[in-house]
Every structure is written in structure tokens, then in C-alpha cells.
T-cell receptor, first 114, second 114 residues
């Protein structure tokens, strides 16, 4: 186990609704990244937060937004849900400024949009 | 821009035989390379990484990978496959500067046949 937790495990929403996914980073980590993994695909980078500021963003529209809190937990918010948003959402924590470099992933939240 | 190619969607290997899962990458600059494994209904688990130094890197569960700069490859290998190695394997790349955005391949499903 990596020490990264995510909630909820599964979620079903209707098109047009809004959703908030939560992530608790591994103890001591200062960076969280969010990825979207569609069925049969590799994870796609959504964005990264370092010390509560966005530190890079992938090719996702503004309706995908995030927050990182002082305790390094994080939220991913998606507004105006679309059917194509159905995917496994993964968060990963890491420690910028060290020689470790790898990211540690949580188990993911499975979002289904109907 | 950075990209990863995993040319084989599926690799089947007999238990006890050596296995190879292929990965090639494209990046402008020096890469950091990673292998992750994903078991059903689970997040990604870190296996190994290449940052710098020796081209042959060793990781968890007896896996190793060889960095080949001229061929821009980072193939995952194991001398003797176990049935428990059956899973989905992802290769990922990031730049050695800037944010820690990982770019993943589409994954290779490894099946070890008893």
C-alpha cells in the first residue's frame, strides 16, 4: 500500500451534474497530481498542485478544477459532467525537491456518468 | 511534447520463461522513465525508474529494465515469469525539469500461462 487514499471508491452521476473527488496524500509529500484513466487507456495528466498552487495542467477544459489544502490533501472538481468523463480518476502524491522522483498512486475513484 | 509507445497490447509468456514488455519514448531533453503495474480494480504500483547512471535498473519483484538512449527504449524484463506477474503494465516518461507530469503509454496486458 502506498498510503495514498481516495474517496469515494465508486460514484454514479448524471450528465450536467457536478462532482468532487478527494485524495489524501502520503505522509510528508508536498505534491499531488490527478490523472484520468478511460477504459482501455493509459492515465492522462489532468493537473498538479504543489504547495497549494497549480503547477502544470494537461489538455483538460476549465470545468476540471482542483484544490490542495495545507495538509496536502486534495480535491478534484468536475462541473457540467459529460458522458466522456466516465473514467477511473487517480491521484498521485510525490515529494518535489528530493531525489525520489516517483509518484505514488491511490486506488482511484471510478466515476460513471449516465 | 513527450510520448510513450507500448507496441504490444498483449504479451503471453509461459511460467518460468523470461519476459519482456517493450516501451519506446519520445521527449525533448533528458528523460526520467518509469514502469508501473496495475492489478484489477487497483491503482498503479511503482516498479522501477531510470533517472541517471547505470542503464540497467532493478526494481521490485525481480523486474529490471534497460535504458537505451540510441534506440529511445526502456524495455521491462524479468528472467523467470510467475503467474502472479499477470497484470497490466504501463511505461511512463517525464522531463528532468519542470513539473512532474507523467506521460503514459496505453499499457500492455501481461498474461503468464501456468
Amino acid at each position: 500500500e502506498t498510503g495514498v487514499t481516495q474517496s469515494p471508491t465508486h460514484l454514479i452521476k448524471t450528465r450536467g451534474q457536478q462532482v468532487t473527488l478527494r485524495c489524501s496524500s502520503q505522509s510528508g509529500h508536498n505534491t499531488v497530481s490527478w490523472y484520468q484513466q478511460a477504459l482501455g487507456q493509459g492515465p492522462q495528466f489532468i493537473f498538479q498542485y504543489y504547495r497549494e498552487e497549480e503547477n502544470g495542467r494537461g489538455n483538460f477544459p476549465p470545468r476540471f478544477s482542483g484544490l490542495q489544502f495545507p495538509n496536502y490533501s486534495s480535491e478534484l472538481n468536475v462541473n457540467a459532467l459529460e458522458l466522456d468523463d466516465s473514467a477511473l480518476y487517480l491521484c498521485a502524491s510525490s515529494l518535489i525537491g528530493t531525489r525520489t522522483h516517483e509518484q505514488y498512486f491511490g486506488p482511484g475513484t471510478r466515476l460513471t456518468v449516465t | 511534447a513527450q510520448s510513450v509507445a507500448q507496441p504490444e497490447d498483449q504479451v503471453n509468456v509461459a511460467e518460468g520463461n523470461p519476459l519482456t514488455v517493450k516501451c519506446t519514448y519520445s521527449v525533448s531533453g533528458n528523460p526520467y522513465l518509469f514502469w508501473y503495474v496495475q492489478y484489477p480494480n487497483r491503482g498503479l504500483q511503482f516498479l522501477l525508474k531510470y533517472i541517471t547512471g547505470d542503464n540497467l535498473v532493478k526494481g521490485s519483484y525481480g523486474f529490471e529494465a534497460e535504458f537505451n538512449k540510441s534506440q529511445t527504449s526502456f524495455h521491462l524484463k524479468k528472467p523467470s515469469a510467475l503467474v502472479s506477474d499477470s497484470a497490466l503494465y504501463f511505461c511512463a516518461v517525464r522531463l528532468n525539469f519542470g513539473n512532474e507530469k507523467l506521460t503514459f503509454g496505453t499499457g500492455t496486458r501481461l498474461t503468464i500461462i501456468p
